[in-house]
C-alpha cells in the first residue's frame, strides 16, 4: 500500500510542477505597439489611412496597402514580410 501513496504523491507533485512551469510560457503584455504598414487584409486594417484617403478601421479596400496598417507588439512588424513601422504608440 505504501508503494501506492508513494507513486501517487510524486504523480500529484509531478502535476503541479508541471503546472507553474508552463505558466511562464505566455509572452508578457507589450510596452509599446507599433503601427504596421503594408500587411493589412482588404477590410482589415486598424484605423485610418496614413495617406488620409479615410480615417475608420475595416475600410481597406485592398490586401497589403502601404497605406493601410495594423498594430502590433513592438519589434514584431519587420519581421513579416512587406511589414513597414509607421508609428510606436506606448501600450496602456
Known sequence: MKKNHTIMSSTIAGIIVLGATTAH?????PKN????????KAGQNDCGALDG?????????EDNSPNEWVYMPEGTCTKI????????????
Open 81 to 92: 514580410t512587406g511589414g513597414v513601422v509607421a508609428g510606436v504608440k506606448p501600450a496602456k
Open 33 to 40: 505597439w507599433e503601427k504596421c504598414g503594408g500587411i493589412a
Open 53 to 61: 484617403k479615410h480615417s475608420c478601421s475595416g475600410m481597406s479596400t
Open 25 to 29: 510560457a505566455v509572452p508578457d503584455q
